[in-house]
């Protein structure tokens, strides 16, 4: 549950060079003749941390563009705007009262009630969310508690975008591993509507269970602590809301093996800062010890 809503935030182990406290890495050796970077992102986090992270300044300025999980400027073009829009809804105009049950819808709007104040009794809450997807819906629901537990929280102004922001005010490139249409088949079309109910349900169903993942995860990004991230994203309660491996490997390993396809070009073509999810970096099928088997050099950046 935390590994999906950690990639769709976006729209977002044991570290085997030994360090866990690094969000940082550098990519060298093979046939490159200069060295690339990779650092892992959240998309909650805000622009500031930037300067927590030792050697990143460096990094970007020594890298001549920047590649992320998709050019962020393309998901502001009203096509774009549209599509994320539909995708977020029921189809054929159903409504959550035709897919959710008596006792779920209200049970969802306890959940509401307690959180928000409001539930979908209200019609302009219906409005607003009455004919979203249980996919769509837990996702508002966990961002809604991270707000909940992180005042002053600036939506405006977060650190997975500001890479390519930076980017695009120097004039350099950006580029994307996939494209919109590909995140929003992965992100909000890959799952049933009935298993998207069943997700759904296990989030409103327990709330303080989503909250303390919320923040375990929260705080080991904040840690750079990749091992811890990884534990949360894959903590297992033995019930419906753990995710199936299909489910895991289509959001992690699946994109991870892609994006191993088109590095060595890029890398090759030019020194790149690569900005993507914390969640892609660590594990056997992660970024990192696939670009290491892939005979490259990858090192934790400390200080210098």
Not at 162 to 172: D, I, L, N
Not at 278 to 283: C, D, N, Q, R, Y
Not at 286 to 302: D, I, R, S
Request: aromatic share 8%; glycine share 6%; hydrophobic share 40%.
């Amino acid at each position: 549950m935390m590994k999906r809503f950690m990639t769709l935030i976006l729209l977002m182990a044991i570290a085997f060079t030994g360090a866990n406290a690094q969000l940082l890495y550098k990519i060298s050796g093979k046939d490159l003749k200069q060295p690339s970077y990779i650092v892992g992102t959240y998309h909650l986090a805000p622009v500031s941390f930037v300067d927590s992270i030792p050697g990143l300044r460096r990094a970007m300025d020594e890298t001549a563009q920047v590649c992320g999980e998709l050019d962020m400027s393309n998901m502001q073009s009203p096509e774009n705007v549209q599509k994320m829009m539909q995708a977020m809804m029921l189809p054929d105009g159903k409504t959550l009262k035709d897919v959710l049950t008596a006792d779920e819808m209200e049970t969802l709007n306890k959940f509401l009630r307690e959180n928000m104040g409001v539930d979908l009794t209200n019609p302009m809450v219906e409005q607003q969310m009455g004919k979203m997807s249980p996919q769509a819906i837990s996702v508002q629901l966990q961002l809604l508690l991270y707000l909940k537990q992180t005042p002053g929280f600036d939506p405006t102004n977060l650190f997975d975008g500001y890479f390519q922001k930076e980017a695009a005010a120097k004039q350099k490139p950006i580029i994307g591993f996939e494209t919109i249409d590909f995140q929003i088949k992965t992100l909000y079309q890959g799952q049933t509507i009935e298993r998207q109910k069943e997700l759904l349900m296990c989030g409103v169903n327990n709330p303080q269970r989503m909250m303390q993942a919320i923040i375990d995860v929260t705080d080991a990004f904040f840690s750079q602590d990749l091992a811890k991230m990884q534990e949360v994203m894959e903590r297992e309660y033995n019930d419906s809301c753990d995710s199936t491996p299909e489910e895991e490997n289509k959001l992690i390993k699946d994109r991870n093996v892609d994006w191993l396809t088109k590095m060595p070009a890029i890398l090759s073509a030019h020194p790149t800062l690569f900005a993507v999810g914390a969640g892609h970096l660590p594990s056997e099928f992660g970024v990192l010890n696939l670009l290491k088997e892939a005979g490259y050099t990858v090192e934790a950046v400390g200080e210098y």
